[in-house]
């Protein structure tokens, strides 16, 4: 295999260009339109053997059809045609060095061809690894440091001061630094900040954090500067007592979304509608209400953007049980009458919640603090969870797909969704009401858990997280799909 | 390949489902570090060799038998089982 092409590819571009080979690629590698697929479906058969394969292959100055067992072989032969395009992958195969040719510009056309087609049948982009730029492969020359990521390496922990009953505050930081796509935000330095220098910014505080996590250093931090800008901007957190660490979590997520708009134009803002900051990509999903009206059975549907589930414990005893009951079917009862738009009076109904879409990071609240007018007290009822969650069978499509029943068939849609999930925090709240502490067990890497207890960071198993009470579980999609960016 | 074989597989490709399926399959096999074991045997070969030219048979032949092998029986199974019932499901239409 050669790197820097042959010269039968180079003479044949040179006289004929590389029009050829976009075409062949168009209509029979990466179908970029129906019509190539049709095409291609057709036609894709050896001229010599008429079989599909093996390794099929087209001419790339006659576009005849071969195959790799012996057929391209003799049409080079009787031909003097030394280039082939391999039908499977794209690749140009050269008879005379015997070799599959690599080449640059080819190759470009390849994946422009490949990232259409995706587009065309509305699935998620190749993956695309990490090519350097001029400047990012400049600057890794000229920084020698290199840091090797072992399974024992602790870079990215480090303990956080109590500053006086802020564990709250201490495991919602510790959730969002070892969220992996948030992570990934910040430490590629992708929070541009029109704010800068001025202190006022939570995501510009959360950005140097991540740094410090980051550094190597080891010493527990102290985050005075992010409580007080939380304080200053949620203003009903602001005192000494011991706040809610999931109302924390919202509040700083808010904060973060408002401040993220800082650096951003006006115009850039928002895509159909929605958000597009990077809170908003990573933590919001749709949640979908359907209410039905039993008297005309008409449907009336609202989608609203949510950010984590809060979910009942008294009763079931998973997650999953939590979940299936949340998005379970509930008669609202004759108290609870709604105006039917298509009756045009008041009826009774049944209200069902679905999610529309899910976001990237699926957080869920589990309810064990119960506040009424007689008793505020405590749920410890043991709550299972697990490491791998699938959320298919809570989805607004999936739940249609069942309502209509097996002999219309709308399940193939789903076997190329994945909506798989994986675990990489818990918090936790200890004791009781009014003197708890909150602790978070945060994952560094896959299959390495940390308990992170305020300064003090322990290795933990797997094992111990899930047999943990849980609060507040985090979950991160599993594989993520690559938006097709081609217009 | 006979002609019920041969429509299946038009179909599949007009339809689009094949480069799907074949998305998925990939997908799978980076996920379960197929594709990075398979890397590794490849570069195993090219070492061996040092000083010679390694052609793109040569790896292939050297190379495809251990790489079937190392494929897991879940991806398999899902890919077998996805394709089943979405090629009955067709049928019926």
Same mark, same amino acid.
């Given at each position: 295999m050669n790197d820097n092409g042959c010269i039968h590819l180079s003479n044949f571009k040179a006289a004929k260009g590389t029009n050829p080979y976009k075409i062949v690629h168009a209509f029979f590698v990466s179908c970029t339109s129906f019509e190539a697929r049709r095409y291609k479906a057709t036609s894709c058969l050896c001229f010599a053997c008429g079989q599909p394969g093996p390794r099929m292959h087209s001419c790339l100055h006659?576009?005849?059809?071969?195959? %790799?067992?012996?057929?391209?072989?003799?049409?080079?032969?009787?031909?003097?045609?030394?280039?082939?395009?391999?039908?499977?992958?794209?690749?140009?195969?050269?008879?005379?060095?015997?070799?599959?040719? %690599?080449?640059?510009?080819?190759t470009e056309i390849a994946m422009s061809h490949r990232l259409k087609e995706a587009k065309s049948l509305g699935i998620?982009?190749?993956?695309?690894?990490?090519?350097?730029?001029?400047?990012?492969?400049?600057?890794? +020359?000229?920084? +020698?440091? +290199?840091?090797?990521?072992?399974?024992?390496?602790?870079?990215g922990l480090r303990g956080l001061q109590n500053l006086g009953s802020t564990c709250f505050m201490n495991c919602i930081v510790q959730t969002l630094i070892h969220t992996p796509l948030l992570r990934d935000y910040f430490l590629g330095e992708k929070h541009k900040c029109k704010a800068q220098g001025t202190g006022k910014c939570l995501v510009c505080e959360v950005s140097k954090l991540f740094q410090e996590f980051y550094s190597g250093a080891k010493t527990p931090l102290t985050l005075h500067r992010l409580l007080h800008l939380i304080w200053t901007h949620a203003r009903h957190l602001a005192g000494y007592e011991q706040q809610d660490a999931h109302e924390f979590f919202i509040a700083t997520l808010d904060?973060?979304?408002?401040?993220?708009?800082?650096?951003?134009?006006?115009?850039?803002?928002?895509e159909n509608g929605r958000c597009n900051c990077i809170i908003d990509q990573i933590f919001t999903g749709g949640l979908q209400s359907d209410v039905v009206c039993t008297s005309c059975s008409g449907v009336s549907t609202t989608i609203d953007p949510f950010w984590d589930i809060s979910l009942d414990v008294a009763g079931p005893g998973s997650l999953q049980a939590c979940l299936e009951r949340f998005t379970r079917a509930e008669h609202l009862g004759s108290a609870a009458k709604i105006k039917c738009s298509k009756c045009r009076a008041y009826r009774e109904s049944t209200k069902q919640l679905t999610l529309e879409t899910l976001p990237i990071v699926a957080s869920f609240h589990l309810?064990?603090?119960?506040?009424?007018?007689?008793?505020?007290?405590?749920?410890?009822?043991?709550?299972?969870?697990p490491a791998e969650l699938d959320m298919t069978p809570f989805m607004s499509s999936h739940r249609r797909a069942v309502d209509v029943g097996v002999d219309n068939n709308n399940a193939p849609e789903g076997i190329f969704e994945d909506n798989r999930y994986s675990l990489f925090a818990v918090v936790n709240h200890l004791g009781?009401?009014?003197?708890?502490?909150?602790?978070?067990?945060?994952?560094?890497?896959?299959?390495?858990?940390?308990?992170?207890?305020?300064?003090?960071?322990?290795?933990?198993?797997?094992?111990?997280?899930?047999?943990?009470e849980g609060y507040l579980l985090f979950y991160h999609k599993t594989v993520l799909e690559y938006e097709c960016d081609v217009s | 390949m006979t002609v019920n074989n041969t429509i299946a597989h038009q179909r599949l490709i007009l339809s689009g489902d094949r480069e799907r399926f074949k998305e998925l399959l990939r997908k799978r096999l980076i996920e379960c570090g197929w594709r990075d074991q398979v890397r590794m045997l490849c570069r195993d070969v090219v070492k061996e060799r040092e000083n010679s030219d390694v052609s793109f048979d040569m790896l292939v032949n050297r190379v495809t038998p251990r790489a079937r092998a190392l494929v897991p029986d879940t991806v398999k199974k899902e890919l077998l089982q996805k394709i089943k019932t979405h090629l009955l499901t067709q049928k019926d239409q």
């Open positions: 006659c576009i005849y059809f071969a195959c %790799y067992a012996g057929h391209i072989q003799e049409h080079s032969k009787s031909k003097k045609h030394f280039l082939y395009v391999d039908l499977s992958y794209g690749n140009v195969y050269c008879t005379q060095c015997q070799d599959y040719i %690599y080449d640059r510009e080819l998620s982009a190749p993956f695309m690894p990490w090519l350097p730029n001029t400047n990012e492969a400049l600057a890794l +020359r000229r920084l +020698r440091k +290199r840091r090797l990521i072992s399974p024992h390496t602790t870079i904060v973060l979304h408002r401040h993220c708009m800082n650096g951003v134009e006006d115009t850039e803002k928002k309810k064990r603090f119960e506040h009424s007018s007689q008793i505020d007290r405590k749920i410890s009822a043991f709550v299972s969870f009781s009401l009014d003197a708890g502490h909150y602790t978070a067990y945060v994952r560094q890497m896959k299959g390495s858990w940390f308990k992170c207890d305020d300064h003090m960071i322990t290795r933990a198993s797997l094992r111990e997280v899930l047999d943990s | -």
